[in-house]
């Protein structure tokens, strides 16, 4: 039975961060989105839930869902939803009803976009009371250090082979292990071919 307490923190919980992600591969600055999206939950007493892309393809998409999923659960916990929902949109449709507010956690460039898009659709695809969407920081995705990592330059480094300076960019739960095999997974047999046909066009470029 459940007890008077624990039935009351349950109604009040009517509220879900979110946020909706490529994350191919994980970086560390999505371990900054990760927990931009812990504290907004912990502060407004709501679930906290990841969403990721299911877009595959071997230059810009390298790892497929489940494989990002099985890293992103290790990078950032239990808030990694394993969901069908490919879109925001799609998101949005899977909480409706569950909760009655919805907070969705992006970059500042984006807030616009997803206000509009989401408020468009709200009392049509889905149903909230209320739709927030905040920021989850400003992302300089050329600045120098790990600071501006970002997925390209991580597959850029699986490019050059460069294991030193990918494992600089993953997330900090990340063991050198994991991200070895992160690596590895980025890198697979249609990227690595992608790769050495890159790397043949270099080659002869630099040596004509």
């Known amino acids: 039975m459940k007890t008077f307490k624990a039935s009351l923190t349950e109604a009040t919980k009517s509220q879900v961060v979110v946020s909706f992600g490529r994350m191919n591969p994980m970086t560390n600055g999505h371990e900054k989105l990760a927990d931009k999206i812990k504290a907004e939950a912990k502060k407004r007493n709501a679930d906290a839930k990841l969403y990721l892309s299911h877009s595959t393809n071997p230059k810009k998409d ?3 869902f489940k494989t990002k999923v099985k ?3 290790k990078a950032f916990g239990p ?21 009655d507010d919805l907070i969705v956690v992006v970059g500042s460039d984006r807030i ?3 206000k509009t898009l989401l408020n468009k659709y709200n009392g049509k695809d889905f149903t909230f ?3 927030e969407v905040v920021s ?6 050329d600045a120098e250090g790990v600071s501006g990592m970002s997925g390209s330059k991580m597959r850029g480094f699986v490019t050059s082979d460069d294991f030193n300076s990918f ?3 993953v997330p900090s739960k990340l063991s050198d292990s994991d991200a070895k095999a992160l690596f590895d997974a980025v890198k697979g047999d249609e990227f690595e071919r992608r790769t050495r ?3 043949r066009s270099c080659s002869w470029l630099c040596t004509a």
């Open 79 to 99: 808030m990694v939803q394993n969901s069908i929902a490919r879109t925001i949109i799609e998101v949005a449709k899977e909480l409706s009803g569950k909760y």
């Open 167 to 169: 494992k600089q960019g």
């Open 129 to 131: 009371k209320t739709i």
């Open 197 to 199: 046909t890159t790397r």
């Open 71 to 73: 890293f992103a659960k």
């Open 136 to 141: 989850a920081g400003e992302r300089d995705p």
């Open 62 to 64: 390298p790892l497929d």
């Open 112 to 114: 616009p976009e997803f």
